[in-house]
T-cell receptor, first 114, second 113 residues
Framework: GESVGLHLPTLSVQEGDNSIINCAYS??????FIWYKQESGKGPQFIID?????DKRQGQRVTVLLNKTVKHLSLQIAATQPGDSAVYFC?????????????FGQGTELSVKP | KAGVTQTPRYLIKTRGQQVTLSCSPI?????VSWYQQTPGQGLQFLFE???????NKGNFPGRFSGRQFSNSRSEMNVSTLELGDSALYLC????????????FGPGTRLTVT
C-alpha cells in the first residue's frame, strides 16, 4: 500500500491493551482539536474532536484529553485491535467556517501486535 | 455513496515541468481542501475552495494554485516543479466546511525527478 515514508515516533502495543498517543500543540490560542487516523494507502480519517472549553471527550473506544495549561492533547484507545494499526495525527483548527485550514502534528505510528 | 476521488493516483514529472491534479468530491459536498504530505514537513494545508472561490490559503509559493468548478470538482496546479514538490497530495471534501465532517481522498503520489 501507499506509504509516505515518515520517520515517526512509534508506539507498539499488545492487542487488547490500551494505547495512549500524545500530541503537543504550539498555539495557545487554538480552540479546536481533532485526531485523525491514517492507514497505509489511504487519506486521514476523522476519529474525534474536542473544543477548548472541554478537557475530555469520549467516543467509541476512544477518549481525547486536553490539557490547555501545558498545551497537550492525548488520544486513548481502549482494547486496541490490529485494525487500529495506523499513523495518528492531531490537528488544530477552527470548528466553524474555516474549512480544511488545519495545522497537523507530526504523527505517531501505532503498531498492534496480535 | 462514492468517496472522494483523486486522479491520477501516481505521477512522475521532471523538474521544471508543471502538473495538474484532480479531485472529485463526494456528491453534494461544496468545500474542497488540498494538503501536501511529505516526510519532512508532514501534512500541510495548501488551500480551500468553496462555491468556486478560494476561501483559505496556506503558506505555499505562488507556483501552487487551484480552482474549483461549478460541479465542485477541483484541480490544483504546480508550475515549475522542484524536487521538493515530491509528495502525497491529498484532497478532502465537506458539505459545510467543518473539519469534523471532512472526508479525505487517497491522494496523488507525485514524484519529481
Amino acid at each position: 500500500g501507499e506509504s509516505v515514508g515518515l520517520h515517526l515516533p512509534t508506539l507498539s502495543v499488545q492487542e487488547g491493551d490500551n494505547s495512549i498517543i500524545n500530541c503537543a500543540y504550539s498555539n495557545s490560542a487554538s480552540d479546536y482539536f481533532i485526531w485523525y487516523k491514517q492507514e497505509s494507502g489511504k487519506g486521514p480519517q476523522f476519529i474525534i474532536d474536542i473544543r477548548s472549553n472541554m478537557d475530555k471527550r469520549q467516543g467509541q473506544r476512544v477518549t481525547v484529553l486536553l490539557n490547555k495549561t501545558v498545551k497537550h492533547l492525548s488520544l486513548q484507545i481502549a482494547a486496541t485491535q490490529p485494525g487500529d494499526s495506523a499513523v495518528y495525527f492531531c490537528a488544530e483548527g477552527s470548528p466553524y467556517n474555516q474549512g480544511g485550514k488545519l495545522i497537523f502534528g507530526q504523527g505517531t505510528e501505532l503498531s498492534v501486535k496480535p | 455513496k462514492a468517496g472522494v476521488t483523486q486522479t491520477p493516483r501516481y505521477l512522475i514529472k521532471t523538474r521544471g515541468q508543471q502538473v495538474t491534479l484532480s479531485c472529485s468530491p463526494i456528491s453534494g459536498h461544496r468545500s474542497v481542501s488540498w494538503y501536501q504530505q511529505t516526510p519532512g514537513q508532514g501534512l500541510q494545508f495548501l488551500f480551500e475552495y468553496f462555491s468556486e472561490t478560494q476561501r483559505n490559503k496556506g503558506n505555499f509559493p505562488g507556483r501552487f494554485s487551484g480552482r474549483q468548478f461549478s460541479n465542485s470538482r477541483s484541480e490544483m496546479n504546480v508550475s515549475t516543479l522542484e524536487l521538493g514538490d515530491s509528495a502525497l497530495y491529498l484532497c478532502a471534501s465537506s458539505f459545510n466546511r467543518r473539519p469534523s465532517e471532512q472526508y479525505f481522498g487517497p491522494g496523488t503520489r507525485l514524484t519529481v525527478t
